[in-house]
């Protein structure tokens, strides 16, 4: 059975660190680029950053670029999204995923074939 397990979200006030993880189990984890998403109420699924398959090419949604920090440990099958400098905009329900699409779909929802369950966090000001 396919599983992304999120763990790491919480509440931290502005200007605070989480660093969030996602083990992943029951498929072949370096055959897929993982990305993460995170999703406000009201508001649609955003993308927030992806890495490729071996950890050499990652890409981040402008609004966090310099803050977040994405990466990928293929011997443990788990993926980290480091967030930095955290701003009460970041608050959300956050998604890991996998992907095998081509990098010019990986900021798209639509692209991802595994999600994991969401872990919230809440950045208070």
């Known amino acids: 059975q396919v599983q992304l397990v999120e763990s790491g979200g919480g509440l931290v006030q502005a200007g605070g660190s989480l660093r969030l993880s996602c083990a992943a189990s029951g498929f072949t984890f370096t055959s897929y680029a993982m990305g993460w998403f995170r999703q406000a109420p009201g508001k649609e699924r955003e993308f927030v950053a992806v890495?490729?398959?071996?950890?050499?090419?990652?890409y981040y949604t402008d609004s966090v670029k310099g803050r977040f920090t994405i990466s990928r440990d293929n011997a443990k099958n788990t993926v980290y999204l480091q967030m930095n400098s955290l701003k009460p905009e970041a608050t959300a329900v956050y998604y890991c995923?996998?992907?095998?699409?081509?990098?010019?779909?990986?900021?798209?929802?639509?692209?991802?074939?595994?999600w994991g369950q969401g872990t919230q966090v809440t950045v208070s000001s």
């Open positions: 890495i490729s398959m071996s950890g050499g090419a990652r």
């Open positions: 995923a996998a992907t095998r699409a081509n990098s010019g779909s990986w900021n798209i929802a639509g692209a991802y074939d595994y």
